[in-house]
Structure formats: structure tokens, C-alpha cells
């Protein structure tokens, strides 16, 4: 069973910074699609970034390409998400996911393990 445990969320100002950290465990780390998410209340969940690690292939969506980033420390099983120039429009909840052995990987496909998720909050 792939678990995942994300951290790093908070409150930023407009223009600011945070990292999300996501730690994996039950799985072979070098073979994961492994994605963010975030959901805004009452709407669907959006993928924004994703990264295949066995090749450190990445993905963004439009909306946060050029400002955030999706990253792995392999000897820590943990996957990272930078987020800079963060912009109002990016408070939402943050979600890690993971399909443990997928090469098609894209924050647009379907993820069978998630977090808890962890709140960012990015004031003007």
C-alpha cells in the first residue's frame, strides 16, 4: 500500500514563496508517476505539475508554468513542489499523488494513491 504524506503548506504574501514536500513510502519510488494537485472549494480537483521518476520527465499545467516547479530527492523517497510569484488564484489545497509503475505520466491522468493534502493561502 503507497502512502503519502504531504507537508510545507501555509501562508504566503502575493509574490512569495513556499515548497510543498510529499514523502512516499510502500512503493518503488523509481518507478512512480507522481503529480500535485490542488482543488479550490466546491470545485473538482486540477492537476498542476507531475514528474515520472524513474527519468525526472515534468509536466505543468499552464496556469503555474515558469513559477513552480516539481522536483525528487530519491534518497529521501520525497517529491518537492516550488512555488514562486505566488499569485492570490493559487490558495487552495495541495494534493500529492502517485500510480506506482505508470510511464504515461501527466498531471491530467488518473491517480490511484493521495495525501491528506495541506492548505496554501496566498494573500494580496
Not at 504524506?5 to 501562508?11: H, Y
Not at 482543488?39 to 486540477?46: C, D, F, L, T
Not at 492537476?47 to 499552464?62: E, F, K, L, M, R
Not at 522536483?71 to 499523488?97: F, G, H, I, R, W
Request: a positive charge; aromatic letters at 14%.
Amino acid at each position: 500500500q503507497v502512502q503519502l504524506v504531504e507537508s510545507g503548506g501555509g501562508s504566503a504574501q502575493t509574490g512569495g514563496s513556499l515548497r510543498l514536500s510529499c514523502a512516499v513510502s510502500g512503493s518503488f519510488f523509481s518507478r512512480n508517476c507522481m503529480a500535485w494537485f490542488r482543488q479550490y472549494p466546491g470545485k473538482a480537483r486540477e492537476g498542476v505539475a507531475s514528474i515520472y521518476t524513474a527519468d525526472g520527465s515534468t509536466s505543468y499545467a499552464d496556469s503555474v508554468k515558469g513559477r513552480f516547479t516539481i522536483s525528487q530527492d530519491n534518497a529521501k523517497n520525497t517529491v518537492y513542489l516550488e512555488m514562486n510569484s505566488l499569485k492570490p488564484e493559487d490558495s487552495a489545497m495541495y494534493y500529492c499523488a502517485a500510480e506506482p509503475g505508470s510511464r504515461w505520466c501527466s498531471p491530467y491522468r488518473y491517480f490511484t494513491f493521495w495525501g491528506q493534502g495541506t492548505q496554501v493561502t496566498v494573500s494580496s
